[in-house]
């Protein structure tokens, strides 16, 4: 058994640049999917527009002003103490439309001078390359990634980004939460996902495990380019990981969690095995569906598989079984009674981390990575302009218990923990503020008024000793 955490563990923090920057037209930055997304609520779905109406607020085009306050930003991470930072490339930073030949110089700059500033404290910085934010030039010339032609697009983006930060990053990514779209009929997750906008007669399924798939080919590509590149470089997948629990002790229900999992967690063994498990070609016959796979994707996929997986965990789901084995999230999720949830009905489940944990250890045997965590909150700024955020803190403390036994008990191989939205930013699903994660609180509302002053709130306290003490104090 372990004692504790090692001295390399990774402490820090995520972001991904279109929930943060701003800057949405600076430098010659084209516009993103995220830059057509309006501010919604838990209730009101964000709505997707085809242009950028005057009457609207996208918030995604503000942030938190990261671009702007991103010196002091890096300055109070590394007051954390935070050993790793994971943010994301605006892919449309670096190729506008995404379809052209040569970078833009200046936003290839913006993510030197970041990296830089990183490592100057010694903070490593965890790159995702696609996180929710593929050119809208894409989607409109293209159909997003139902068309093929994207992955190239795609892998010329990744490899431009190795050939210029390989010695300055060696943690990557390729896309974050590939498998949110495993909700098809959510029309927001395919779009951030696959920048797909479904037409009335589409079906979503399959145009969903199309998109996955070239995306997998994609990935695959990536992680060869980025090896030939640079052999020390670490390049992952990237899952949200939510564990789906048995209604019942029902062998149906038992079942049905097992299937349930295994078609949102497909796409992890793709990555890791460089090849579909045999119940999806299975799937995919029965439904008769005519997949644009060729000889040659299945080998790309087969010599591409990924270093480690690395996955986000919010919460658990739990399924019970009614007349069907094919697992639709929109229907078949039902209440946890075990387990509270959050102001946006997130169930709020830590040992469901340990679970995970173990789970992923044991299917994939590869080393994992914690790249989001957290729980979204609101926050009251007071008079003395201080955030006693217990509620954070308490569900950070219970999390860091269980990934604790995971690592010390089960030695679990974990390279690291990077709670989400370490400072206030744009929720993706509802894009507003006020659902905060941060650590470090910034003074906006949901519309963009305030005066995006950065505040420590309790919890940043709280966790500067936690990575101090190599998480023996939690
Ligand atoms: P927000 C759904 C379920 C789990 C994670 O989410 C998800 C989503 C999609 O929103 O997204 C990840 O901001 C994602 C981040 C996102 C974060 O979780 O909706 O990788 O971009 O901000 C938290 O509260």
């Known amino acids: 058994m372990q004692k504790s955490f090692n001295n390399n563990f990774l402490w820090g923090g995520a972001v991904a640049a279109h929930q943060l920057e701003g800057a949405y037209d ?103 390359l696609s996180h929710f934010e593929m050119p809208i030039h894409l989607v409109n010339k293209y159909g997003g990634w139902s068309n093929r032609k994207v992955i190239d697009f795609f892998v010329r983006f990744a490899h431009v980004c190795f050939e210029r930060y390989h010695s300055k990053v060696k943690y990557w990514m390729t896309f974050n939460e590939i498998n949110n779209q495993t909700n098809y009929q959510s029309t927001l997750s395919v779009y951030e996902n696959s920048g797909i906008k479904f037409k009335p007669n589409d079906d979503r399924q399959k145009l969903m495990y199309q998109a996955a798939h070239y995306e997998l080919v994609a990935s695959a590509e990536a992680v060869q380019i980025g090896h030939a590149i640079d052999p020390s470089l670490q390049i992952g997948c990237m899952l949200a990981f939510c564990p789906i629990y048995p ?105 469901g981390l340990r679970y995970s944990l173990n789970w992923m250890t044991s299917r994939w045997h590869k080393p994992l990575f914690i790249v989001e965590n957290g729980v979204g909150a609101y926050d009251e700024l007071t008079p003395d302009l201080k955030v006693h955020d217990t509620y954070r803190i308490e569900y950070l403390r219970n999390h860091i218990r269980e990934m604790k036994k995971a690592v010390v008990e089960d030695e679990v191989d974990l390279i690291g923990y990077l709670p989400w939205g370490c400072i206030d930013l744009v929720s993706a699903s509802t894009g507003e503020m006020k659902k905060r994660y941060g650590f470090i609180y910034v003074d906006a509302d949901d519309y963009g008024n305030g005066s995006y002053k950065r505040y420590p709130k309790d919890s940043f306290y709280w966790y500067k000793n936690v990575i101090a003490t190599n998480g023996n104090e939690i």
């Open 247 to 351: 209604n019942s002790s029902k062998p149906e229900d038992v079942l049905f969690a097992q299937r349930a999992m295994d078609t949102r967690l497909y796409f992890g063994d793709v990555h890791v095995n460089g090849h579909y498990p045999n119940f999806l070609l299975s799937y995919f016959q029965k439904k008769q569906y005519d997949m644009d796979i060729t000889k040659n994707d299945l080998q790309i996929l087969e010599n591409g598989t990924v270093d480690y997986v690395a996955f986000s965990y919010y919460m658990s789901f739990s399924v019970k079984y009614t007349d069907h084995m094919d697992y639709r999230e929109y229907q078949d999720l039902v209440p946890n009674p075990n387990i509270k949830t959050n102001d946006w009905g997130w169930a709020i489940d830590p040992v």
């Open 26 to 128: 600076k430098d010659g930055k084209g516009l993103s999917i995220a830059d057509f997304m309006t501010l919604g609520n838990k209730d009101q779905p964000r709505k997707i527009t085809k242009t950028i109406e005057s009457d609207k607020y996208y918030p995604n085009h503000v942030g938190n002003d990261f671009y702007h306050h991103y010196k002091e930003d890096v300055k109070l991470m590394s007051d954390m103490g935070f050993k790793a930072f994971r943010t994301s490339i605006a892919w449309t930073r670096i190729f506008p439309n995404g379809d052209e030949q040569t970078p833009n110089e200046a936003g290839l700059k913006f993510y030197d001078n970041l990296f830089d500033e990183l490592l100057k404290y010694n903070i490593q910085p965890v790159v995702t």
